[in-house]
């Protein structure tokens, strides 16, 4: 029997994000409509809305939808900002993000990947303000910088600076920070020169490769 996708979706909406504390209406509009099913394996369909990270190969994950939900409601965007997303994965959160902003970026340093997440974008018809660049996140891309607001969905030793370097003023950056496998969420913003940082939540991300990442 063909589960029912819709249903899964609300029920992830209500159980997983609102009753913890996910408020953001476009964030949860957007975690509704975007059929996570069609970002996993096959085989793994079933667990698509499950309250965890589900493997997608190459040693990677897609996020527990909490943690996407997190993370985009953290951004705080309002549809008008272009956003650089640092690992692509399998589409899913570059695909969240596109249902919020005017512009995404997203990279990923696993080329295989990489041509995942643009047909798995492709085939659900949510690639018209996604781009997927196969390079080392850690790095960012300077080629378009500076963005608006920048997330990583891998954990770092500390913030890579090229981060920084690119991301506008004001502007915010979330990524997770820490140890090779425990981390905290961390919101950093920029204004007026200044950068400040605190930590949302903990969490536990597979390492951030590249030149600023793990060896």
Not at 208 to 214: A, M, Q, S
Request: proline share 7%; net charge negative.
């Amino acid at each position: 029997m063909i589960p029912n996708w819709a249903g899964e979706r609300q029920g992830m909406v209500e159980k997983q994000l609102r009753r913890r504390g996910i408020h953001d209406a476009r964030v949860l509009r957007a975690m509704g409509e975007i059929p996570r099913e069609e970002f996993v394996p096959l085989e793994s369909r079933i667990s698509a809305y499950g309250d965890e990270p589900v493997q997608i190969g190459f040693g990677q994950t897609i996020s527990q939808p909490y943690m996407t939900a997190l993370m985009a409601a953290e951004l705080e965007l309002d549809g008008t900002e272009t956003v650089l997303e640092v690992g692509a994965g399998c589409g899913y959160a570059a695909a969240v993000l596109g249902a919020l902003a005017r512009r995404v970026i997203s990279l990923e340093l696993i080329p295989e990947l990489a041509e995942m997440a643009r047909h798995n974008l492709r085939r659900i018809g949510r690639d018209g303000n996604i781009e997927v660049i196969t390079a080392d996140g850690s790095l960012g891309y300077a080629p378009l910088a500076p963005y608006d607001a920048i997330t990583v969905a891998a954990g770092a030793p500390d913030v890579p600076p090229a981060l920084i370097e690119q991301l506008r003023d004001p502007g915010r950056l979330v990524i997770p920070v820490g140890e090779f496998e425990d981390q905290e969420l961390r919101v950093v913003d920029r204004q007026d020169g200044h950068i400040d940082s605190r930590v949302s939540t903990l969490c536990r991300f597979v390492p951030l490769r590249g030149g600023e990442g793990w060896a």
